[in-house]
């Protein structure tokens, strides 16, 4: 799990204001596919969300189960643009909007993963 130097900016900035985040990538509600960025424990987890990993230090990232099924063979960037999103997410008010960019595990890495076994799940 990455993010950018500028979405670890507006992470910090973010986590300032509304102190402990999190981030729950869904598969359609809101801005379609687009991390959402939350309070931590705003947004409920559970049995079918996976955790990926943590951003900007220890900002929790999750991912739905059935969207996890397509993307846990890509390597997932948390990255920040110009333009407001549709969502309830916390950067919309200033004007930019958190994204994903990805890219494909390499054959070593996918192996790493495997063998690491599956990542945890909410509770």
Do not use: N
Request: glycine share 14%; net charge negative.
């Amino acid at each position: 799990m990455l993010s950018t130097p500028e979405a670890d900016a507006l992470i910090t900035r973010l986590t300032a204001r509304h102190g402990p985040l999190m981030f729950h990538q869904s598969g359609g509600c809101c801005d379609g596919s687009a991390p959402m960025c939350f309070p931590r424990g705003e947004f409920k987890v559970g049995g079918q969300d996976v955790r990926l990993g943590e951003v900007a230090g220890d900002v929790p990232v999750w991912i739905g189960a059935a969207q996890f099924a397509y993307w846990r063979h890509t390597q997932i960037t948390i990255d920040v643009v110009p333009g407001r999103g549709a969502g309830m997410s916390l950067e919309s008010p200033e004007g930019v909007r958190f994204m994903i960019r990805s890219r494909l595990f390499t054959d070593a890495e996918d192996a790493l993963l495997a063998a690491a076994g599956d990542p945890p799940r909410g509770g």
